[in-house]
């Protein structure tokens, strides 16, 4: 009688374990808890991210950084990220963020593919002046949504881009929108 009820809680665990391989999983927000993110610490910025995120910091393609969420399923073949470019401003005609922002949308909207702004707002945290540039462009046979913050201090750019697949920027957008509000220059 024990072993049969053994083998029947085993099956049913067995059961919802593959019933679980195939859903995607939930929300990443509630998937890793804030208290257990990982913080980066650079000497002119920090930034923090949930533990289950990837790391790239080799610099590859001229980003400073890149985080890489995991891949929601097997089918799934485009990990949500955000990378941080920081550019040297010294001796370029851009000085403002205004000047920095028409620059970036000029290109967002001439050099993408299928490419629209969605919207395009200055804000203000912790007394630094950003701002929030939200778009949509094709990539390949991706239809992706960014989230940009451009930051400019001391003649220096920091470029804080938030990239998901379109469909899925409204289920995604709060763990995004966490990590890009985390990012402080120092």
């Known amino acids: 009688m024990k072993t049969s009820k053994t083998i029947l809680i085993g099956f049913i665990l067995l059961t919802l374990g593959f019933l679980s391989c195939g859903e995607k999983k939930q929300s990443p927000i509630s998937a890793d808890n804030s208290n257990s993110w990982k913080t980066i610490s650079a000497d002119n910025y920090t930034i923090t991210y949930p533990p289950s995120w990837t ?3 080799s610099g590859r393609m001229g980003m400073t950084l890149q985080l890489f969420s995991p891949l ?7 990990s949500d990220n955000v990378n941080l470019v920081i550019q040297n401003l010294t001796g370029q005609p851009i000085k403002s963020l205004d000047q ?7 290109q967002i909207l001439t050099m993408l593919t299928d ?6 707002e200055l804000l203000k945290s912790n007394g630094q002046e950003y701002q929030k540039v939200s778009y949509t462009a ?14 400019i201090k001391n003649e220096i750019a920091y470029v804080l881009t938030f990239t998901c697949v379109a469909d899925e920027f409204e289920k995604y957008r709060a763990i995004g929108d966490k990590i890009l509000n985390s990012f402080r220059i120092k």
């Open 55 to 57: 790391l790239d910091n």
């Open 72 to 78: 929601s399923s097997p089918e799934d073949k485009f």
């Open 100 to 106: 920095y922002t028409e620059l970036s949308e000029n």
């Open 115 to 120: 490419s629209k702004i969605l919207s395009s």
């Open 138 to 151: 094709q990539q390949g046979i991706y239809k992706l949504t960014f989230q940009q913050y451009y930051f």
